[in-house]
């Protein structure tokens, strides 16, 4: 079987074992790279096969995505129905330090990581219910129907955000550095020329800039979600606090926001065509890093298909 590894020569495709052990099997349709997936390139070579972002089908034929996180459902945070906020959580997730990912021609899971698909939704698309999920948890209680709701940052996380709150009925406007990511939120049925204030702002690119934006942008007594990752330091602007807005921060999701995220692309099946820039056969793997890591050239969610 073929697996993507970061070795000390870079991403290669290895030669790997068939997955063995319990839980259930996923032929991979497609795995997406995550910007984190980019940012862990730093951090040296790895003994696992990356790729938490994945699309397939069972052995039946079932269309499912892979719900990657593993909350041990023991500690406080978990039994008090919490699980993103899971002590042990981070450590578990499949394509990370918590064993082996989807970047691969299959990946065995445990049974309660596999998300069925809505009818509509191809295997080859549902590597996007996974950062979507990112966005839907993020936002669900914040937006409400009628809001007006701006997206700092429109990568994949960005414009994902801007298909959860077209598909929770709000308006939202997204500002873009490139004319490809212009054309993605236009896409999407979102503006590309924000202005004014906004009852949401939701900050998706983990710069001192977009913080800035965002508190520039929300309304007195509004909402900023950040739904970004922050891999260096950041700063706030001044006197931040001065329209008292709430600050919402999230990290992963739980199972019924994959669910909803799965049901999001059934809903606005324009999405995927929008996000998804290339498709790249799983050999040439270190070919998709290269065009992940390049956003100035096209790339906004770039995808392995087996």
Request: proline letters at 6%.
């Amino acid at each position: 079987m073929r697996a993507v590894h970061h070795t000390t020569e870079g991403i290669q495709v290895v030669d790997a074992p068939e997955p063995s052990g319990g839980g259930t099997i996923i032929r991979v349709a497609a795995a997406g790279i995550c910007g984190s997936d980019l940012h862990m390139l730093s951090f040296g070579a790895f003994p696992f096969t990356l790729g938490h972002e994945v699309g397939g089908v069972l052995e039946d034929g079932t269309p499912v995505a892979m719900w990657p996180a593993r909350p041990c459902g023991e500690c406080d945070r978990c039994l008090a129905g919490e699980t993103t906020q899971c002590r042990t959580g981070m450590s578990s997730i499949y394509g990370s330090t918590g064993g082996d990912g989807g970047m691969a021609d299959a990946v065995r899971v445990e049974d309660r990581c596999v998300i069925p698909l809505p009818a509509g939704v191809s295997p080859g698309d549902a590597s996007l219910v996974e950062p979507i999920a990112c966005s839907v948890h993020a936002m669900r209680s914040h937006v409400l129907t009628g809001d007006r709701v701006a997206v700092i940052g429109a990568g994949s996380i960005g414009l994902g955000a801007a298909a959860v709150a077209r598909w929770l009925d709000a308006s939202v406007d997204v500002t873009a550095r490139h004319a490809h990511q212009r054309a993605a939120a236009a896409a999407i049925g979102a503006g590309i020329e924000p202005s004014g204030e906004y009852d949401v702002v939701v900050e998706a690119a983990g710069t001192s800039g977009a913080i800035e934006s965002a508190f520039q942008f929300v309304r007195p007594g509004g909402t900023v979600v950040f739904v970004s990752s922050h891999w260096e330091p950041v700063q706030f602007p001044m006197f931040f606090t001065g329209k008292e807005p709430r600050m919402v921060t999230a990290m992963t999701h739980q199972r019924r926001d994959m669910e909803d995220a799965a049901q999001l692309l059934a809903d606005l099946p324009e999405v995927p065509a929008a996000l998804i820039t290339h498709r790249l056969p799983l050999d040439r793997a270190a070919d998709a890093f290269r065009i992940a890591a390049d956003r100035a050239a096209g790339a906004i969610k770039v995808v392995l298909e087996p």
